[in-house]
């Protein structure tokens, strides 16, 4: 079976553009989250998704959305990039409890904004 | 605030010694807990969790034990190789919202 995976690896892009970065989870798996990843720092979390609503927020301006899709797949958009947005974007996929369960991560999106 | 703090920001142990990292976290109200090893260019890789309703757990050389008393974690690693080298979160997460919460993360580094 395909782990979760991300795409796409790498990006990047000039301030003030628009990106949209993708995720498939795990088969099976209906919870997606999404985290951010600076250099040095461990991943902090944006969002969380299950059943297709948004069960969880981070502290992550309007710029920051998402949504999930009914095949379970997600999407995280970031309007008006700044350069203080380069990161690692991390997915990940949770099983049938969603919540309080193992969350398994894909290899992220590297955002380079220039 | 909300965090999750490692004592030790960096480990260096010989191969074939045993290892421990340490983690403390803040929210009492955390249910579960995730031990995650990270490779430079990769996505965080589940080793081990434990519940809250639990105090330790193996795994295939590794350990995890739980401190709820303290507030503390940890991770043992059996006969460390040098595969083992990365750095270590550990996570906790907190019921409402499925939000994990990580630590700056410890760097392992195993000598041959």
């Known amino acids: 079976d395909a782990g979760v995976t991300q795409s796409p690896t790498h990006l990047i892009k000039t301030r003030g553009q628009h990106v949209t970065l993708r995720c498939s989870p795990i088969?099976?798996?209906?919870?997606v989250s999404w985290y951010q990843q600076v250099l040095g720092q461990g991943p902090q979390f944006i969002f969380q998704?299950?059943?297709?609503?948004?069960?969880g927020r981070g502290n992550f301006p309007d710029r920051f959305s998402a949504r999930q899709f009914p095949n379970y797949s997600s999407e995280l958009n970031v309007n008006a990039l700044l350069l203080g947005d380069s990161a690692l974007y991390l997915c990940?996929?949770?099983?049938?409890?969603?919540?309080?369960?193992?969350?398994?991560f894909g290899q992220g999106t590297r955002l380079t904004v220039v | 605030g909300e965090s999750v703090g490692l004592h030790l920001p960096t480990l260096s142990v010989q191969e074939g010694d045993n290892s421990i990292i340490n983690c403390a976290y803040s929210?009492?109200?955390?249910?579960?807990f995730i031990w995650y090893k990270q490779e430079s260019g990769k996505g965080p890789q589940f080793i081990i969790d434990?519940?809250?309703?639990?105090d330790k757990r193996q795994g295939q050389r590794v350990t995890v034990l739980l401190n709820k008393t303290v507030k503390h974690l940890s991770l043992q690693i059996a006969a460390t190789q040098p595969g083992d080298s990365a750095v270590y979160f550990c996570?906790?997460?907190?019921?409402?919202?499925?939000?994990?919460?990580f630590g700056q993360g410890t760097e392992l580094s195993v000598k041959p």
């Open positions: 990940a996929s949770r099983g049938q409890g969603g919540m309080n369960t193992e969350a398994f």
């Open positions: 088969s099976g798996h209906k919870s």
């Open positions: 998704y299950y059943e297709k609503e948004e069960r």
């Open positions: 929210n009492s109200a955390s249910d579960y």
């Open positions: 434990i519940r809250s309703n639990m």
């Open positions: 996570a906790e997460n907190i019921p409402q919202g499925g939000k994990l919460i």
